[in-house]
């Protein structure tokens, strides 16, 4: 039997949770929204956990997402469809979380702090698996703007099905909400709640 | 950004070289990628500028007699 959640008018992240939580109770889960950031949001995350995802239009902007399948069989779908680029172990037994709280690494020099978080998000990509969740927070949120320099980077992460949550009251601070190139705005009870659930977590 | 791109990399003697010419760079507005040198040219802890060789002889000319550039070769 097949799982529906009515995720309509739910702010991101809350849709990917409540799919996360019934996708660990049932195979098979279709998942109802009515905006594109859910869409792409809950795409990755069933892509990530290597399951079949499939999505419907509907009228007036609601898309059905149905996501079905073992992690067995969405790996299958995705060499079928050449795009087996993804090579994670679904059944992780210790979530990693990337903690950026700054746009610098390290203390002591700002200039080559800048040099080093770049070169730090851009190595991200290569780690394999890749980590769970990256979250942004304080001046960190700066990163995830339309206008950094690692956006590319993180974009590229996004679409290989890495969460991405930025503090919505740093945003609000620093005035680019609206400015968002990557990831979704998320609040302290999701960005707490994901630290402490972390296996591991690292603060570059 | 699919790894289907080819770029080639500037090798600098220092860190301090490779943020004058991405200030130069920067300043011409010529697009580039601050990088950490890969593994495969060096195990040094070092960062490089990525570009697409379509900018090439304009990157050569904006750094030409201002930053002391190593070397430039393929990613």
Redesign the interface.
């Known amino acids: 039997m097949s799982k529906i959640i009515d995720a309509k008018g739910l702010a991101c992240p809350e849709p990917v949770i409540l799919t996360k939580k019934a996708l660990e109770q049932k195979d098979d889960v279709t998942v109802i929204v009515d905006d594109d950031i859910a869409v792409g949001n809950i795409k990755r995350l069933g892509v990530k956990l290597g399951r079949v995802v499939s999505i419907e239009k509907k009228e007036g902007g609601i898309s059905h997402i149905h996501i079905s399948g073992t992690a067995e069989a969405g790996k299958k779908q995705a060499a079928e469809k050449g795009t087996d680029t993804l090579h994670y172990e679904s059944c992780s037994p210790a979530a990693l979380v990337v903690a950026v709280s700054s746009d610098r690494m390290g203390r002591g020099n700002d200039e080559l702090g800048y040099v080093l978080i770049r070169s730090f998000i851009h190595t991200l990509l290569t780690l394999n698996p890749l980590p769970d969740t990256i979250i942004f927070y304080n001046t960190g949120v700066k990163l995830a703007a339309r206008d950094s320099e690692v956006i590319d980077d993180l974009m590229q992460l996004e679409e290989a099905g890495v969460s991405i949550l930025v503090c919505g009251t740093c945003t609000n601070y620093f005035g680019i909400s609206d400015a968002l190139g990557a990831g979704c705005i998320s609040n302290m009870y999701d960005i707490a709640g994901t630290m402490a659930g972390a296996g591991r977590m690292i603060t570059p | 950004?699919t790894g289907v791109e080819k770029y080639d990399v500037i090798l600098f003697a220092s860190?301090s070289h490779?943020?004058r010419a991405e200030k130069i760079l920067k300043e011409a507005g010529i697009p580039f990628?601050?990088?950490?040198v890969p593994r495969h040219i060096s195990s040094d802890c070092g960062?490089c500028i990525r570009f697409s060789p379509a900018y090439r002889k304009q990157i050569e000319e904006a750094l030409a007699g201002k930053v002391d550039v190593s070397e430039i070769r393929p990613l």
Do not use: D, F, G, S
């Open positions: 950004m860190v490779a943020l990628k601050l990088i950490p960062v």
